[in-house]
């Protein structure tokens, strides 16, 4: 599987942009899918996860109620809405899928074999 990120940008606090992950190869629809961040000298961090069949999410706390996680199988791409964004929430974003991963395992990079290049997400105060 191949992952391809976009929509970042920059963008005023509380405004909001939706990224996408377009995957191509084969079984997409069998892959849970992970969001990621990381800003300049801080660790990778996780924010969001979606099952293969989109029936289930998981978010970070620090965007819980701003950020929502959606698929669309029939289109291979995964999205990440993020409304009323911070200055906090500014970092490299990545996606990431793994086909066999545990919904324990959904929070730690290390577990997910396949990873998209990163889109940087910039949020002014």
């Known amino acids: 599987v191949q992952l391809q990120a976009s929509g970042g940008g920059l963008v005023q606090a509380g405004g909001y942009l939706r990224l996408s992950c377009a995957a191509s190869g084969r079984a997409f629809s069998r892959y849970a899918m992970g969001w990621f961040r990381q800003a300049p000298g801080k660790e990778r961090e996780f924010v969001a996860a979606i099952s293969w069949s989109g029936d289930s999410t998981d978010y970070a706390d620090s965007v819980k109620g701003r950020f929502t996680v959606s698929r669309d199988n029939a289109k291979n791409t995964v999205y990440l809405q993020m409304n009323s964004l911070k200055p906090e929430d500014t970092a490299v974003y990545y996606c990431?899928?793994?086909?066999?991963?545990?919904?324990?395992?959904?929070?730690?990079?290390?577990?997910?074999?396949?990873w998209g290049q990163g889109t940087q997400v910039t949020v002014s105060s």
């Open positions: 990431a899928a793994d086909q066999d991963l545990y919904r324990s395992s959904w929070y730690v990079w290390q577990e997910y074999d396949y």
